[in-house]
């Protein structure tokens, strides 16, 4: 993920009261690279599949959705 990435999202996390753990990281580094590479938005059962952060939790820490 770009510079400028990461610093949007530390900026909605703040803005939101959110702190990102690492798994909030992960997931987004996953998704961003993902995207990058499909030009299509990753579906739950890939991001769990691929870093292991099931719906449940990724419902948990991303209240408002993914992206």
Partial sequence: MHALAKMRCHQMAKATGTQLSQQHLTVLE????YYRDR???PLYTNIGRNTGIKREVLEEIFPNGLI
Avoid: L, P, S
């Fill in 30 to 33: 996953y998704a961003w690279d």
């Fill in 39 to 41: 030009r299509v938005g």
